[in-house]
Structure formats: C-alpha cells, structure tokens
C-alpha cells in the first residue's frame, strides 16, 4: 500500500513539474496554459478540440496530458489527498478532465474529485457498418446483414476489445446473431477489421465511427447503430475540483458544445449527445 502510495504522489508530482515547465513560468509573456487530463483514446477529437479553443483564445494554451482511466484516476486521487493538497487549492496543476466514456468522470463526481454539475457531453461513438468504396451493391442496414447469406462480416474479437463487445451485443439486440455466427470473421482488434476489409478478407465490417476515419478514403460508411438498438458510448469533459481557473475552465467546457466544436467533432467520425443527455 505504501510503495502504491509513493508511486501515486511521484506521478503527481511528475504531473505537476511537467506542467509548469510546458506553462513557461519564468516567462510573464507565456500564454496562460489550460491543462486537460485525458485519456489516450480521445487524443485526435480533444487535439483538434484544443487547437481549435486556442485559435478563439490566442492568450491561452491547452496542454493535454494523456494516460489510462485507472491511472488518471490514481493521479488525481493521489493529488488531491496528498498532504500537499492544500498548496493545490486554486492553483492545481488540473483543468479539465477527459477520460474515455463517462465512468470515471461518475467515479470522480461521487468523490468530489470533479466540481458537481460541470460534466458536458461532447461527443457519442456508435458502431457503423463499413464497406469497400469500390463495392457497389452494399447492404444499406445492419438488419441486411442477416438476409444474405453470401456477405461475410469482419468483427473486431470481443474477449480483447470494447468495439467487439458492443458488436456481439448489437447483433443480439438486433435477434441476427445465430444467424450470423458462421460468417463472421473475427479480427484482433478495429484496425484488423478495416485491414480484414479491404484485403478481401471479409466483404463488410463492424467498428466505431471514429475507426473509419483514417482509411475514410478506401472505406464509406454505409449505416449507423441506432441508439433503440444499443446505447452509443458518451464522452464528457468535467471541471476538476482544484481548477486553478475557474472561468476559463467553464469557457472550455461551453466551447465544447459549440457549433464550430460539433463540426469538428463530426469530421473525425463522432456524432453528437442529444440534448438532455
């Protein structure tokens, strides 16, 4: 517990130092840095994000410093009942928190790790159904994956990744499983399918939206997983309860929401939280 302990305070501290250094301190020119702590999945939406709120604020900086749910967790954790917690108040080296789906920000709500009702939604992930380009006669619904018998499916591996999980259970909410067992092809991981996908190996396949957007070129999107079907995954962004800036931090979490945001975010493949969510 100890050695556990002492780790949690050194990734802090590490946190911190690195934060200051990247802030400028020395320098009274430096734009005021905007600290998100995130996780490593969402780098691309939360990259084009910062860049984009840096463009409408030219006086600050959005540094985005990645890791894991369980260790961000850890992290903050560890900062805000270390004993140096007090020097933290107002000046924590945390803005925003981001991590991949909205447990942890749950988690950290429930433990006032994260200022009450400042979660926002930004972004949902759904699973698609990707073709070829090339290929003309595409299914147009999942449902019609069922019908013909010819068409064989690339499925990311649901014993190794979140996307073949929510795969097997949008084929069960859908009633085609059985139907589908034997024509399906399952691959290690997204990238596999797509890669499954455009070798031949397979004639469609089954990801999250942000997945096609790298080979957006090679591949088209041909239908999307309603929400009656399966619960798309929702990302949110929450202040941290130390957030040496209050304001700015709320500036961020409204820029979230924007129209020039949700355009961003729909270009890399995400779609959009209803609202009320």
Avoid: W
């Avoid at 305070?9 to 702590?37: F, K, N, Q, Y």
């Avoid at 961020?252 to 129209?259: A, D, G, K």
């Amino acid at each position: 517990m100890l050695r556990t302990s002492m780790r949690n305070v050194v990734r802090m501290t590490v946190l911190i130092v690195a934060v200051l250094l990247a802030g400028g301190i020395d320098s009274a020119a430096a734009s005021e840095p905007l600290v998100v702590a995130a996780s490593p999945s969402l780098a691309q939406p939360l990259e084009a994000l910062a860049r984009a709120f840096e463009a409408s604020r030219p006086d600050v900086k959005v540094r985005l410093y990645f890791d894991s749910s369980l260790d961000l967790r850890r992290t903050i954790a560890a900062m805000e009942n270390s004993p140096m917690g007090q020097y933290f108040i107002g000046s924590g080296p945390i803005h925003i928190i981001a991590p991949g789906g909205d447990e942890l920000i749950t988690r950290l709500e429930q433990k006032y790790y994260v200022l009450p009702q400042t979660r926002r939604p930004y972004a949902t992930v759904s699973l698609v159904l990707v073709v070829p380009e090339s290929l003309v006669d595409a299914p147009l619904s999942f449902e019609a994956l069922a019908q013909d018998t010819r068409i064989r499916v690339a499925v990311a591996d649901p014993m190794l990744t979140v996307v073949g999980q929510k795969t097997n259970e949008l084929l069960k909410a859908l009633g085609i499983a059985e139907a589908m067992k034997s024509r399906l092809d399952v691959a290690m991981d997204a990238r596999a399918v797509l890669d499954h996908v455009l070798n031949g190996q397979a004639d469609v396949g089954i990801i999250f939206g942000p997945d096609a957007y790298d080979k957006r070129e090679r591949v088209r999107v041909v239908a999307i997983a309603s929400e009656q079907a399966i619960r798309p995954i929702i990302h949110s962004l929450a202040m941290e309860r130390y957030c040496p800036d209050r304001p700015l931090c709320e500036e961020f979490l409204e820029f979230s929401q924007s129209p020039e945001a949700q355009s961003i975010l729909k270009g890399l493949g995400y779609a959009l939280p209803r609202q009320g969510k």
